[in-house]
């Protein structure tokens, strides 16, 4: 007959708690509740500049506006924003003409390669 071994049951049960922990971090730091929900949201996120370790540029449409955020690890900025009509219309245009969004944008990506 074999015996009950505390340590191994520990080590197990310890396991099991760290392996809850970590799917439940990743569930809420890395899916969007929004999208697992079938809700259809009117905010987008297009794109992210990681400018350092606790700062970056965030360009968020949300109702036929772009807005250029700056993130920190307390508070939130609203650097420039656009009104746009259709996404797919302005990709066909190019960069013929470049608003004062892109060239904050644009700056900021040449400072950072520098």
Same mark, same amino acid.
């Given at each position: 007959?074999? *015996?009950? $071994?505390?340590?191994?049951?520990?080590?197990?049960?310890?396991?099991?708690?760290?392996?809850? &922990?970590?799917?439940?971090?990743?569930?809420? +730091?890395?899916?969007?509740?929004? =999208?697992?929900? #079938?809700?259809?949201?009117?905010?987008?996120?297009?794109?992210?500049?990681?400018?350092?370790?606790?700062?970056?540029?965030?360009?968020?449409?949300?109702? +036929? !506006?772009?807005? &250029?955020?700056?993130?920190?690890? +307390?508070?939130?900025?609203?650097?420039? =924003?656009?009104?746009?009509?259709?996404?797919?219309?302005?990709? *066909?245009? #190019?960069?013929?003409? %470049? #608003?004062?969004?892109? !060239?904050?944008?644009?700056?900021?990506? !040449? %400072?950072? $390669? =520098?």
């Amino acid at each position: 007959m074999s *015996q009950f $071994d505390p340590i191994y049951a520990l080590v197990v049960f310890i396991a099991l708690i760290f392996s809850f &922990l970590l799917l439940a971090w990743f569930i809420r +730091n890395k899916t969007s509740l929004v =999208s697992l929900a #079938g809700g259809d949201s009117n905010i987008r996120l297009s794109s992210t500049f990681r400018l350092d370790s606790k700062n970056k540029l965030c360009v968020v449409e949300y109702r +036929n !506006k772009r807005l &250029l955020l700056g993130v920190g690890p +307390n508070s939130l900025n609203i650097l420039d =924003s656009e009104d746009f009509e259709d996404p797919s219309a302005e990709m *066909q245009e #190019g960069t013929k003409e %470049q #608003g004062p969004f892109r !060239k904050v944008f644009n700056n900021a990506l !040449k %400072q950072r $390669d =520098s």
